[in-house]
């Protein structure tokens, strides 16, 4: 059965993707993964993209169009499409993806660590602080993966996004902090790829040099998609993908049905499915 885990960087651009993730690049190079230049949708922030990435519907119609916007999506999610097929689910991911998929408002102590089989998300770990440390998150991520063996893992870190907020795009804090991100994965990923793991790398939005995102600058919108998979031709594609795109994306490779108010992606170069 396929198993799919999608990682969220939040805040990394596409440029300081390619030029300071040495690990993700060396397994484009070898011909180990692709990777893509995606466009993400408006507005460039976060809430409403983690609402895009996980039920692949534009913000005019699924409402979330905010980050202050605190309410239950009222699309279907990857998750819910993953348990109505019996899939297993799990997260390591900032509270707000616990505020659209499980319950909102998010309760500190009783949602920060989440079992529940009836939930879509049937098993997260949730982190509220924006400067929890990526080591933690990946962590919390892989302590799902071997405790419950979930088909989807969702696992969504903020250490760049906090930099870029703190310090700007063109810094070496926010450039370090991918180094770290780069690092951290290239401790965790061989293992996966080793179990068989589809795995989809990825990020919400891009940051400016202000430290800031929202807006439609490049800078802003385009980030990277590293696909590590026999369902990918490893290479580096330069065509821009649509950011509504990767919750089909992700239907696909688990082989379940996509919801109904999903896009269905055009032809995508490079994917063998």
């Not at 499980?102 to 500190?108: D, L, S």
């Not at 080793?194 to 939005?205: M, N, P, Q, V």
């Not at 980030?223 to 290479?235: D, E, K, M, N």
């Not at 049905?257 to 995508?268: N, T």
Request: with cysteine; glycine share 8%; hydrophobic share 40%.
């Amino acid at each position: 059965m396929n198993k799919l885990i999608m990682v969220v960087l939040d805040g990394l651009r596409y440029d300081t993707a390619r030029q300071s993730m040495g690990y993700l690049n060396h397994l484009v190079e070898h011909k180990r993964a692709a990777v893509y230049k995606v466009v993400s949708e408006l507005p460039s922030l976060s809430r409403p993209l983690y609402e895009v990435l996980l039920t692949g519907t534009p913000a005019w119609l699924n409402g979330i169009t905010a980050n202050h916007i605190v309410r239950l999506s009222s699309q279907t999610s990857i998750f819910h499409l993953a348990r109505q097929q019996g899939l297993r689910t799990a997260a390591a991911a900032y509270y707000w993806v616990s505020e659209l998929i499980q319950r909102a408002p998010f309760h500190y102590a009783e949602d920060r660590e989440q079992h529940d089989e009836t939930k879509p998300i049937q098993h997260g770990k949730f982190y509220f602080d924006d400067s929890y440390p990526d080591s933690h998150l990946l962590l919390d991520g892989e302590v799902l993966r071997r405790r419950w063996d979930p088909h989807f893992l969702y696992i969504h870190s903020m250490g760049i996004d906090d930099a870029g907020h703190k310090y700007g795009a063109d810094s070496k804090q926010y450039r370090g902090k991918a180094i770290e991100a780069d690092s951290l994965l290239a401790a965790l990923v061989p293992g996966w790829m080793e179990e068989g793991y589809h795995i989809l790398i990825t990020s919400d939005h891009g940051m400016n040099t202000d430290g800031q995102h929202g807006g439609t600058g490049y800078e802003e919108r385009e980030v990277p998609l590293y696909c590590i998979s026999p369902a990918f031709l490893a290479g580096d594609y330069s065509r821009e993908i649509a950011q509504l795109w990767l919750a089909p994306l992700c239907c696909r490779l688990l082989g379940i049905p996509m919801s109904s108010a999903m896009m269905i992606p055009a032809d995508w170069e490079g994917l063998q499915l």
